[in-house]
Structure formats: C-alpha cells, structure tokens
C-alpha cells in the first residue's frame, strides 16, 4: 500500500511567520454530533493538526474552476430554458483556488486509505486505482469526475445519473459541487476494510450520511455554516442499513 506522506508544516515568511491558518490550541465543541458522525465548523488547516489518525480521506476538495460562479449563473437551466424551480446557490469564491499543497499533504499524512475526488486538479503521486463517475449528462458540464486514489486494485467505474435537474432517484441537491450518495458510498465501500473516514471539506456533508449509512464513524469539517446545518439535517434523518450488506466489490 502506498505509504502516507510526512505531514509538512505551514509555508513560513522570512521572520518566521506562518502563512497557513494557525493551529486551534484545541477542538471546538462540535457542530453536530451522534453515534457515527461528528461534524466541526472551522477551518480544516486549523483543525486537522488536533484529530487523530483514519483509516480513510474521502475527500472532495475545491477543483480551483470556480464551479459556485458556474452554478449560480446556471442553475435550474439547461440550453438557457428552466428545467425546474431554480435553486440558488451563493457565489462565495470557495473554488477560486485549489487547496495549498501542504493542507492536502496534512490530510494525506493522517489517513491510511485515500480518496479524492478532483485529484485530477492536484500534484499527486501516480496512482494504480482511480475511481471514475459517468454522469450521464448531456451539455456544458463535463461528462465525468475522477477520483484519485491509492488503493491498489484496478480502475473502476460507476454510472449515475447527475444532469441538472435530472438526477438518479431524484436526490435532492444542496451544494454546487455535490455529489451523489450512492457514488459516495460506492467509492467508501471500494476503500475496503476501514472504519473510521475524515472528510475535511464535507460541503452538505454526503460523506458522512454515506458513512452512516455503511455503519462507519467520520468526522466532517465544513468551514461555511450553512452547509453545517444542512448536513446536520441530513444526518438527523433517518438511514438505511446498508452496513448490513456487502456490495464493494461491484465495479458498476
């Protein structure tokens, strides 16, 4: 398996003074917490430091395209005509810029397994297994994401409906950059066995509802509160028990 990378520190200025976000001197009280999912409102570079190791980063971080501008120009459209009622998503400039390299070799540096969608977007090492999702769309937006990895086994595919309005059993949508559960799920489940995720840019917080759903403990960090309370309402419903059965292996 491939080893984890040294967790570098901050880049500094000449005097010393670190350019990333400074360390909390401890965790702040959770956002959100029960049985399997904690989630923290903050900032992942200050964070990250005080947690513990994982078995697994199921991560989807900012691609640096400016997919909020893109969604908030285009939301509830396709070809300029409504499809539906539009939902609007905030232009906050959260994807003007990929994360700094060091926070993404933090996050790698304390998780054993890796997933990271958009890794496309990333200088990361060369992997053997990336996860491929075919969205089934038509249009603009691009016909599938990729997922980096370091799993050793080959790469694998899953087809999901995600077009606009048009989405696999008409799961809601609550972020610009969400993606599906299934595809979520799948991607955990195709980790192994692992039973503790982070997930430091949990957005509407899908990672944890999937790691819920497969009987897994995850810690979330989200820094927009917002999304905080809706992935806390996401993750107070209830949740299938997928954990019961066994389906990682499916390659579709």
Same mark, same amino acid.
């Given at each position: 398996m491939?080893?984890?990378?040294?967790?570098?520190?901050?880049?500094?200025?000449?005097a010393?003074?670190?350019?990333?976000a400074?360390?909390?001197?401890?965790?702040?009280?959770?956002?959100?917490?029960?049985?399997?999912?904690?989630?923290y409102?903050?900032?992942?570079?200050?964070?990250?430091?005080?947690?513990?190791?994982?078995?697994?980063?199921?991560?989807?971080?900012?691609?640096g395209?400016?997919?909020d501008?893109?969604?908030?120009?285009?939301?509830?459209?396709?070809?300029?005509k409504?499809?539906?009622?539009?939902?609007?998503?905030?232009?906050?400039?959260?994807?003007?810029?990929?994360?700094?390299?060091?926070?993404?070799?933090?996050?790698?540096?304390?998780?054993?397994?890796?997933?990271?969608?958009?890794?496309?977007?990333?200088?990361?090492?060369?992997?053997?297994?990336? *996860?491929?999702?075919?969205? +089934?769309?038509?249009? @603009?937006? =691009?016909? !599938?994401?990729? %997922?980096?990895?370091? &799993?050793?086994?080959?790469v694998?595919?899953?087809?999901?409906?995600?077009?606009?309005?048009?989405?696999?059993g008409?799961?809601?949508?609550?972020?610009?950059?969400?993606?599906?559960?299934?595809?979520?799920?799948?991607?955990?489940?195709?980790?192994?066995?692992?039973?503790?995720?982070?997930?430091?840019?949990?957005?509407?917080?899908?990672?944890?509802?999937?790691?819920?759903?497969?009987?897994?403990?995850?810690? *979330?960090?989200?820094?927009? +509160?917002?999304?905080? @309370?809706? =992935?806390? !309402?996401?993750? %107070?419903?209830?949740? &299938?028990?997928?954990?019961?059965?066994?389906?990682?292996?499916?390659?579709?």
């Amino acid at each position: 398996m491939t080893a984890r990378p040294t967790a570098p520190n901050p880049p500094q200025t000449a005097a010393g003074q670190s350019l990333g976000a400074m360390p909390c001197s401890w965790l702040p009280e959770p956002f959100y917490r029960d049985e399997y999912v904690t989630i923290y409102h903050g900032d992942c570079r200050q964070i990250m430091p005080l947690l513990g190791s994982f078995d697994l980063l199921m991560a989807d971080p900012p691609y640096g395209i400016g997919a909020d501008k893109a969604m908030h120009k285009a939301g509830g459209t396709q070809y300029g005509k409504a499809l539906a009622a539009k939902r609007e998503y905030a232009e906050t400039n959260w994807d003007a810029e990929t994360v700094d390299s060091w926070v993404m070799h933090l996050a790698r540096s304390i998780c054993a397994k890796q997933i990271i969608f958009g890794g496309n977007y990333y200088e990361l090492p060369p992997a053997k297994c990336w *996860l491929l999702w075919d969205k +089934e769309v038509n249009g @603009e937006f =691009a016909d !599938a994401e990729m %997922a980096w990895t370091n &799993l050793q086994k080959p790469v694998r595919l899953r087809r999901h409906m995600w077009n606009g309005m048009l989405r696999k059993g008409g799961e809601e949508r609550h972020h610009p950059t969400q993606k599906p559960l299934e595809v979520i799920q799948w991607a955990i489940q195709h980790a192994g066995d692992v039973e503790t995720i982070l997930d430091p840019w949990a957005g509407s917080g899908t990672t944890g509802h999937a790691a819920k759903n497969l009987g897994k403990r995850a810690v *979330l960090i989200e820094r927009e +509160e917002r999304y905080c @309370e809706i =992935a806390a !309402a996401r993750l %107070a419903q209830d949740v &299938l028990p997928l954990h019961t059965t066994n389906s990682g292996n499916s390659s579709t």
